[in-house]
Structure formats: structure tokens, C-alpha cells
């Protein structure tokens, strides 16, 4: 009898787990026995892994293979496990275990001829293997970029199973970690293309400034699709922390660029508006994906055309909205990703939606239903609302209007002065802040309250309006370089808040 082990790791949602793989060879007639709830890609390894170990110039033991994958009652899916199995089978051929295999982590796909493929979700493998206290990991040359962002553990590359063997051996060197380049700020949209729209403008700074959600509506060519495309170019960059968040997530999905793997900036996301439940929050057999809100995550979902969207994909943003997060169970397991983003939604006001209000044909049950998609439990987690109007030609000045390095200043300085207020509190931006915080510890003086309290009795909003209201009275305070909000901070955030859709 012989037996081999290799290790690599099994990846649920972002969150990895070591996976032990034995390689047993006995008497018996020749066959491959795979253990250990493997999928149907990891079943097909088999096949893989022995075209590429014979096509290396390699033996294959041949007698009873039987390949077993701990822990048993995990759930192990894809290619990733490729090279791993390989290791444990020449580990087990040559009856003595290589000292470099025993502190390894081993990723990736086999191709027939014996290279070693880039695979989904190496970023959060090496996070894992770190955490466990692996010193060593082994990814494919083309994941290396990725794999290199994390520090604390010895990353290599390699690019064939026979380099891999040649190290193991002591007679040769795989690929170190690489420097990644940094990407390129200086390319994005300008505020200052926009032409008019002062209360919108003024509406995307202030949601910039606290991570508010926000909803424009109004006829089609006014700026509503420009106005939300400048919006990340206005967040600060992401920090080294949040950076290597949203690349897991993309790492997941498999949208990790090669050149520059790390994600500095808030990612755009604008999924098409006939995009169903599970491309929207995450779907799939087995074990969930990401959707187009944890892609989004520390930045902004864009949703063009909302009021066309379905309505339970619209409804799915309710606990993503609320709770930062989504959890999507499925046979495999409940996944958890992060999805802490900044919602934009734009809308026509009716389906015809003319440049004129007054050539609109539509009767009034018709415009009331199509807005009617729009759920008042959603737009309550909606903090602005702007109604967007058609620009006249004295909106074409002479002088331009400000640039985003202008605003993004103004917005640098009021969530340095946000982060420096919620530290206790373990958030950094206003929309985060719990809402018995802002009621009891931070609420505003009484006459500030003043408008709030007369919305409140009037029913005119709800408490949870009460505590997004306040949110952004706090980023307006930041804007002004205040201390606490005002009468009119909370006057001009409650203003935002009934305009548009719902009241």
C-alpha cells in the first residue's frame, strides 16, 4: 500500500476552507475512485489528471486508485483541485512524501498535455491559507497576480505539472510574487459635462458624501444616465481593506484583470433592466455566485430604466439594501457576500415619456402603474429623490460648471469628517450609522428636529424615514463644514426625501 497527500482549498462564498487530499494505491483491479462529494467538473478531473500526469513523463499507478477529499461532508466544486490531486498521486507512486508538498496549498486545472490553467477564486484561497498559517502557496502563473496581493504567505507560480515536479524534487524554481500595476485614475467622466441640472448635481454630491441611495426621474435625455456614471468618480479610493474585498468577490466571479488585479476604485455596475433575481442578488446550482450587488459592493449599482425592471427583482433589494449583505441558500450550502452599495435608479415618469410633459399621452392609471413598481417599502430605503426637468437654453453659460476634482475634494473632506465622528461607532460613512445612534447620542437640538417631528405626525414618513433623513442632514452638515445639523440640514434632506415617486 502507499498513500499520498496534498492540500488545496475549497472556496464557499468568500470564505475558504483547507481540503486534505489522499492519494491510496493498492492491489485490486485498476480503476480511479474518487471520494468526497465531489461536482460533476471535479469527478471529470480524473480523466484530466491522468492525461496530464502520463503526457509528463510519467508513470500512472496502474492498479486501485482511490482519491479522497477531506472533509467528506464538505461540498467541492470545479477544477481547482487538479494539481492538488495530481501531487498526491505522484506523492504516492514514489512512496515518500516531499517535504514541500506537506507545507504547501496547491491550486488550479490541469490541461491534457500537463499545463497548469488560472482557475476562479484564488484570492480568497490564499486569504484562507494565510489565515490557517500555510506558508507556502502554489497558483497558476496566470492567477500570480492575484494571489501576490496578499502578504504574510511565500506565493509561487507555476506553469506546468513538470515544473511543479522539479520543485518538489529541489531541481528547479517556480515564479515569485509579482509587483501589480496601479491602475490608471486619471480616465473618467466629468461632472462638469453636464449640462444644468444644479439640483440633481447638488443631489449626486451629497449622495457621494454619505453613501446615500438615490433616484432620478424624468424624461429621457436630461442627464439622468451621465449624472450617475460621474457619481464614482466622486468616492475617495477604496482602502487596502476594501480593495481586497471587492477583488475576491470579482475573483469569484472570474473578472480579475491580469495587469492590475487590485481594485482600487468603487466599481460601476449597471446591469440591463430585463435582468432577472439571480443575476441581480446571486444565483446558481450548488453553491451560490456572486450577483450584480455584491459586484457593486463599495460602490455603485446602477439601474437604468427601473421602472421596466420585474418587480420580484426589484423587491430582492429589499435585505441587500438594509443589512449590507445578501445570503443566498442553496443545496450546497447558504452563501454570504458582501454587498455594501450605493443604489441609483433612474426612471422615465411614464412609458411614453415625452421631452414635453404636456404632449404625455398616457392616461392616469397608466402612469400610475408603471412607477407602481416601485414598492413603498423600497423607496423608503431610498435617502434623495430628484424630479429631473428638461434644461432650457440658458443652461448653455459660458463658464463651465465645476469639475469632479472640484466636488470630489468637498466630498474627500465631509467623509474624512464622517469617519472621524462614527469611529466609536465602527462605521466611516453616514449611511451606515445605526438608527438608535443618530436618535440618542447624535440627534440634532429640538428646533432642528422641528421638520421631522411635524413629517412624523402628519404621516408623512416613516421612522426608518426619520433615521434616513437624518443621515443625510449629517452628510449636509459635512458638506458645510458644520459641527451638527441645522434646521435647514434637516429641512432641505427632508425636501429630498418626498420628492419623486413616493412621499
Known amino acids: ?239 487596502e481593506s476594501e480593495a481586497l474585498e471587492v477583488t475576491a468577490i470579482h475573483s469569484v466571479v472570474g473578472m480579475v484583470s491580469d495587469a492590475t488585479p487590485l481594485i482600487t476604485r468603487p466599481p460601476f455596475v449597471a446591469p440591463h433592466h430585463t435582468s432577472s433575481v439571480a443575476a441581480l442578488v446571486g444565483g446558481g446550482s450548488g453553491m451560490a455566485r456572486p450577483g450584480a450587488v455584491s459586484r457593486a459592493h463599495r460602490g455603485v449599482l446602477f439601474l437604468d430604466e427601473c421602472a421596466e425592471m420585474g418587480v420580484s427583482a426589484l423587491e430582492a433589494l429589499r435585505t441587500p439594501l438594509e443589512d449590507g449583505e445578501i445570503r443566498l441558500a442553496r443545496r450546497d450550502g447558504v452563501a454570504r457576500y458582501p454587498a455594501r452599495f450605493q443604489l441609483v435608479m433612474a426612471a422615465n415618469p411614464c412609458p411614453c415619456a415625452p421631452a414635453d410633459p404636456r404632449d404625455c399621452i398616457c392616461a392616469a392609471p397608466v402612469k400610475r402603474r408603471y412607477l407602481g413598481k416601485l414598492s413603498g417599502p423600497l423607496m423608503d430605503r431610498v435617502d434623495l429623490r430628484v424630479d429631473m426637468h428638461s434644461v432650457r437654453a440658458g443652461a448653455f453659460a459660458d463658464e463651465a460648471a465645476e469639475a469632479t476634482s472640484v466636488v470630489r475634494a468637498r466630498v474627500a473632506c465631509a467623509r474624512e469628517a464622517a469617519a472621524a465622528r462614527w469611529t466609536a461607532v465602527g462605521v466611516r460613512t453616514n449611511a451606515e450609522v445605526p438608527g438608535p445612534v443618530l436618535r440618542r447620542g447624535f440627534r440634532p437640538s429640538r428646533e432642528a428636529m422641528a421638520p421631522l417631528r411635524t413629517a412624523l405626525d402628519r404621516g408623512l414618513i416613516s421612522i426608518r424615514g426619520v433615521d434616513r433623513t437624518l443621515r443625510v442632514a449629517w452628510s449636509l452638515c459635512d458638506l458645510a463644514g458644520r459641527t451638527s445639523p441645522d434646521c435647514h440640514d434637516v429641512a432641505t434632506a427632508l425636501s429630498f426625501r418626498q420628492a419623486g415617486t413616493r412621499s
Not at 486545472?109 to 484570492?123: C, H
Not at 490557517?132 to 501576490?148: F, H, I, K, Q, R
Not at 458624501?209 to 475617495?236: E, F, N, V
Open 1 to 239: 500500500m502507499a498513500l499520498g497527500r496534498a492540500y488545496s482549498v475549497a472556496v464557499r462564498g468568500l470564505h475558504g476552507e483547507a481540503v486534505e487530499i489522499e492519494a491510496d494505491i493498492t492491489s485490486g483491479l485498476p480503476g480511479v475512485h474518487l471520494v468526497g462529494l465531489a461536482d460533476a467538473a471535479l469527478q471529470e478531473s480524473r480523466d484530466r489528471v491522468r492525461s496530464a500526469i502520463t503526457n509528463s513523463g510519467h508513470q500512472w499507478p496502474m492498479s486501485r486508485l482511490t482519491l479522497a477529499l477531506s472533509p467528506a461532508t464538505l461540498p467541492k466544486m470545479g477544477s481547482v483541485y487538479d494539481v492538488a490531486l495530481a501531487a498526491a498521486v505522484l506523492s504516492a507512486s514514489r512512496k515518500k512524501p516531499w517535504e514541500r508538498l506537506e507545507k504547501s496549498i496547491l491550486l488550479g486545472e490541469l490541461a491534457l498535455d500537463g499545463r497548469v490553467r488560472p482557475v476562479r477564486g484564488v484570492l480568497p484561497a490564499v486569504l484562507a491559507a494565510r489565515r490557517d498559517g500555510w506558508p507556502t502557496a502554489v497558483v497558476p502563473v496566470g492567477n500570480l497576480g492575484e494571489a501576490s496581493l496578499v502578504d504574510g504567505i511565500e506565493v509561487l507560480g507555476v506553469n506546468s505539472l513538470g515544473q511543479l515536479f522539479g520543485w518538489l524534487e529541489g531541481k528547479g524554481s517556480l515564479a515569485d510574487r509579482t509587483v501589480s500595476e496601479t491602475p490608471d485614475d486619471d480616465v473618467e467622466a466629468d461632472l462638469a459635462d453636464i449640462v444644468g441640472q444644479t439640483h440633481a448635481r447638488r443631489a449626486v454630491e451629497i449622495a457621494a458624501a454619505g453613501a446615500h441611495h438615490l433616484m432620478l426621474t424624468g424624461p429621457p435625455g436630461i442627464g439622468k444616465t451621465m449624472l450617475a456614471q460621474r457619481l464614482p468618480g466622486l468616492l475617495p479610493p477604496l482602502s
